[in-house]
């Protein structure tokens, strides 16, 4: 079975700190993707990144990075010199990768972060 | 390029009533999904179209919620009755189906808080 597992509730920190988001996963796939979305008081879900299994260099992207580690199950997320408008719920994700499961995605309970000037 | 719309945004009803959600994917995403998240936790899957038909609808209680995309473009979902634990945010997603083995971005829409008492 599909599972994510998020531990940290919820992180509050100083406008400017750095943050790291933990995310660990299980799954018998041996190719899967793994997703983190953004989730802001207005509700939408937006689309932060996309990994496959046999990709696991990390990632950057401006002041975001993720650190995937197959031998972990691990895809945690870094917010570098965090900011107010990055206060959010983020939720870590997983699907097949197969075509006729890679559309149901698997999220975690979620990590709600308060970002205080 | 306009969203995924849903309403109503915010609804309340008295357990036993009925209710319909609607949703407008973006233009041209043959792919649908329904998911209800309920307070604290990830947004569950209850029920994807691709075009008209139903892929995957195994997490739909069926005896109370129906869905329907009768012109494979917008979808409604209904719960009938309604209990107290269907109160949740149901979000509504799309996208654009590749052919292709692998998974695709979901663009969600803002969400119908539903709230039954």
């Known amino acids: 079975a599909q599972k994510v597992t998020q531990a940290q509730t919820e992180i509050s920190v100083v406008e400017k700190e750095d943050v790291t988001l933990d995310c660990v996963y299980e799954?018998?796939?041996?190719?899967?993707?793994l997703f983190w979305y953004k989730q802001p008081p207005s509700g939408e879900l937006v689309f932060l990144i996309r990994r496959n299994s046999f990709d696991e260099q990390n990632e950057i992207s401006g002041r975001y990075s993720w650190n995937f580690q197959k031998s972990t199950s691990s895809f945690n997320f870094t917010i570098t010199a965090s900011q107010v408008v990055d206060s959010a719920v983020y939720f870590c994700?997983?699907?097949?990768?197969?075509?006729?499961?890679?559309?149901?995605?698997?999220f975690g309970s979620g990590t709600r972060l308060s970002i205080r000037p | 390029e306009a969203g995924v719309a849903q309403s109503p945004r915010y609804k309340i009803i008295e357990k036993r009533q009925s209710v319909a959600f609607w949703c407008n994917p973006i233009s041209g995403h043959a792919t649908l999904y329904w998911y209800q998240q309920i307070l604290g936790q990830g947004p569950k899957l209850l029920i994807q179209?691709?075009?008209?038909?139903?892929?995957?609808d195994s997490q739909l209680p069926k005896d109370r919620f129906s869905a329907e995309r009768l012109k494979g473009v917008d979808s409604t979902l209904k719960i009938q009755p309604a209990k107290l634990e269907d109160s949740a945010v149901y979000l509504c997603a799309s996208s654009s189906k590749s052919l292709a083995a692998g998974s695709y971005e979901q663009y969600f829409g803002p969400g119908t808080r539903l709230t039954v008492t």
């Open positions: 179209f691709q075009n008209n038909g139903v892929v995957d």
């Open positions: 994700a997983l699907s097949g990768y197969e075509y006729s499961s890679a559309s149901k995605i698997i």
């Open positions: 799954t018998r796939d041996t190719t899967y993707y």
